[in-house]
């Protein structure tokens, strides 16, 4: 369940929550508004998403500088990706250069992305990976982070650590003693520990 919560996927939630005759530990209904602000932000709409946040709750972009400023970096990017160098610089110069003054490290990311500016490929230039997808990627994960927090939720689903767990004791085990291992993660076969599969 906790899987399904903190990836967004409501439908596969409430079909697990009736099959399994668990109940979430959250509202199915404020995961689907969680899924518009990270839709929001992964198709480079910034603004909407961060119109969003504050109208689902204004304190998580007020009590966390560092994601107010990778999201107005993302929105900086954006400009950037359409074609807008006034506006970029004009937006960079409003919003981002006072954090930048104030956070060695803001200033040091808003460099890079205002070095986009430089370049008329700026998939060839060395600050690249900023007009990546990936980049929207990290924005709008850091975002969903934030938004689980502010509702008590986990941060990240437990099922990967879970299954890392799980592989690292198996590891543990191998030299040490004879059990039926986890061979398929997929469908969770075992192997025998005499040497076929179950």
Known sequence: ?????T????????M??????????????????????RKAVQSG??????????????EILESQSELLFHLQQQRLIELIRQGRTEEALDFAQEYLAPQGEENPKFLEELERTVALLAFQDTRSSPVADLMDIAQRQ??????????????CSDREPRLPMLLKL?????????DKAVYPRLSDLVVGGLSDPKGGDT
Not at 1 to 5: D, L, R, T
Not at 45 to 58: G, Q, R, S, W, Y
Not at 138 to 151: D, G, H, M, P, V
Request: net charge negative; hydrophobic share 45%; charged share 20%.
């Open 1 to 5: 369940m906790n899987f399904f919560v």
């Open 7 to 14: 990836e967004g996927y409501v439908e596969a939630a409430q």
């Open 16 to 37: 697990f929550a009736a099959e399994s005759g668990t109940s979430p530990n959250v509202q199915l209904d404020a995961i689907t508004g969680r899924m518009e602000i």
């Open 45 to 58: 709409n910034v603004e909407a998403a961060i119109e969003k946040v504050n109208d689902l709750n204004p």
């Open 138 to 151: 990290k924005t709008a994960s850091e975002l969903n982070a934030a938004i689980l927090s502010s509702q």
């Open 166 to 174: 799980m592989l690292w004791a198996q590891a543990q085990l191998d």
